[in-house]
């Protein structure tokens, strides 16, 4: 996460993941800027918190 995330190069990273604990771990890891979606029968809804 680091390598694609810290060097400014990327402006849009896709990551999925079926375990919401591994994903808020990886997540919390990142600086700057984020949106999590959880997506349902193809329908975006923002997740928060």
């Known amino acids: 996460m680091h ?3 810290g060097s400014g ?3 849009q ?3 999925t993941d079926t375990n919401r604990r591994h994903l ?3 997540i ?3 600086d700057g800027d ?3 979606l959880n997506v349902n ?6 997740i928060t918190g």
């Not at 029968?41 to 923002?46: S, W």
Request: aromatic share 12%; net charge negative.
């Open 28 to 30: 919390a890891a990142i």
């Open 24 to 26: 808020d771990d990886i």
């Open 41 to 46: 029968h193809g329908a975006f809804t923002p």
């Open 9 to 11: 190069a990327f402006s």
């Open 3 to 5: 390598e694609v995330s």
């Open 34 to 36: 984020r949106l999590m």
């Open 13 to 15: 990273i896709f990551i």
